[in-house]
């Protein structure tokens, strides 16, 4: 019984680390606190178990036993390591750049809110907005709400139907008074 349990939560364990991973690259989770403590919780759950269920078997002292714990414990650490190299390349995707920005417009999404976060849009001219970011997109999208448009590329999320974009609202002295990122 006590073997069924620990395989049962074994593949568990495996399986919370690969919904991980697609949580991870669907959502473009990055590095912080909450996602670094969700990561390694299975992992120390998973070293608990293993301690408590060699401690009380007999199996402690099978050396097949030992290989299987520590394969197991190898595995699980790998994932982990996996989980956290996404999760600093996601971190390195979101930061803005103005090259990386006018080099790949479909990585957009990713920059947007480091942008908005790093860089005040609010009160910046119209010369300072191209600098920064180059020229809008010519498009008809908005065209009703009078706004400058950039096209940031396919939305967040799991199903990437529609597109993001970021539209930027200019007062008569050409200074930014508003911004907000839309989907189509």
Avoid at 52 to 59: A, P, Q
Avoid at 110 to 128: A, S
């Amino acid at each position: 019984m006590v073997n069924l349990a620990f395989y049962l939560y074994v593949l568990v364990f495996m399986l919370i680390y690969f919904i991980a991973i697609l949580y991870i690259n669907i959502a473009r989770v990055s590095i912080s606190a909450a996602s670094v403590a969700a990561l390694l919780l299975p992992f120390a759950a998973l070293l608990v178990v293993q301690g408590i269920s060699s401690k009380y078997t007999d199996r402690h002292e099978n050396k097949e036993w030992k290989t299987i714990f520590r394969i197991i414990t190898s595995v699980g650490f790998l994932l982990l390591l996996a989980c956290l190299v996404l999760l600093g390349v996601n971190e390195s995707k979101s930061r803005f750049s103005t090259e990386r920005w006018l080099k790949d417009h479909e990585e957009r999404t990713d920059m947007v809110d480091d942008l908005l976060k790093e860089h005040r849009l609010i009160g910046k001219t119209e010369k300072e907005v191209i600098a920064l970011l180059g020229p809008p997109t010519d498009t008809e999208y908005f065209s009703a709400e009078d706004a400058i448009v950039y096209y940031l590329g396919a939305e967040r999320g799991f199903i990437r139907i529609d597109s993001e974009w970021l539209l930027l609202w200019y007062d008569d002295s050409d200074k930014v008074v508003k911004h907000e990122v839309w989907t189509d």
